[in-house]
């Protein structure tokens, strides 16, 4: 049975993209079956990506037939277009199945994401924290009030004695935001000051990032005024999806003001 938090069911929550009730982040058990059933989502919206592109596309055209050699006539053979269409009409109802069985797991087994997530490798983890009122991260209204938005890499993750707190070392190569005017053949010294930390240290608890180790590539997003990440995304599969959002959403943040 899904975790329910003030009569909010995690897993459906997930599928709906409801925001979280007041209070469901203080939640452990809630908040980790909350996470698990979006990466399941995540997964399952691909494949039925994959089953709308297999159906859209029409078959190749048939090759005209060659010219029969002066020979005996033998029966010719089916024609290949419709061994195209009946691969292809197996490949979507393959795919088919294959998708309602993940619905199907995600709806009877999903009260068992908590225990699953620990096990889920650092790269297929997208955690989101933002108490923006409900305001998605990578959207315009959380990039407008943001002071970081940046992948980097995981240099260091070490654990706070005593605690389940991890400090981690991120090393930054790519900056959303603060946005950094482009100074053609400016000098070095010039532009000291305008750049963001090439390196940032954060805290965080170790069940926000579960497995995250040295090496993994990580976005995250601050707030502005904050001095901690209140999204964290890890692995290059998750950081693909929320990178798409954030570049697509940053021509109408540089419109708008936080407020």
């Not at 068992?112 to 991260?137: I, M, P, R």
Request: some cysteine; glycine content about 10%; aromatic content about 4%.
């Amino acid at each position: 049975m899904s975790t329910e938090h003030d009569g909010a069911d995690a897993l459906m929550t997930a599928i709906t993209g409801e925001p979280l009730p007041p209070g469901a982040r203080e939640d452990a058990a809630f908040l980790a079956e909350h996470r698990a059933a979006e990466a399941d989502l995540a997964v399952l919206r691909e494949q039925l990506g994959l089953i709308g592109h297999a159906l859209a596309e029409p078959p190749p055209a048939t090759p005209a037939p060659e010219p029969a050699p002066a020979l005996p006539v033998r029966p010719s053979p089916r024609p290949r277009r419709r061994a195209f269409s009946l691969a292809l009409g197996g490949l979507a109802v393959a795919a088919a199945a294959s998708v309602m069985a993940g619905m199907g797991w995600l709806m009877s087994g999903g009260g068992t994401g908590a225990a699953d997530s620990s096990s889920l490798d650092a790269g297929s983890s997208a955690e989101k924290q933002s108490d923006a009122g409900g305001v998605a991260f990578g959207s315009a209204r959380y990039l407008a009030c943001s002071g970081l938005v940046a992948e980097g890499e995981a240099t260091a993750v070490e654990r706070l004695p005593g605690t389940a707190t991890l400090r981690i070392t991120l090393s930054l190569t790519r900056v959303y935001l603060p946005e950094v005017p482009e100074v053609p053949e400016a000098p070095e010294e010039d532009a000291k000051g305008s750049k963001p930390d090439e390196e940032r240290v954060f805290v965080v608890d170790e069940n926000v990032v579960p497995g995250i180790r040295a090496g993994d590539p990580v976005l995250v997003g601050v707030p502005r005024g904050a001095d901690q990440p209140d999204f964290w995304a890890v692995g290059e599969r998750q950081i693909a999806l929320e990178r798409a959002m954030v570049t697509a959403s940053l021509p109408e943040a540089r419109e708008l003001t936080c407020g």
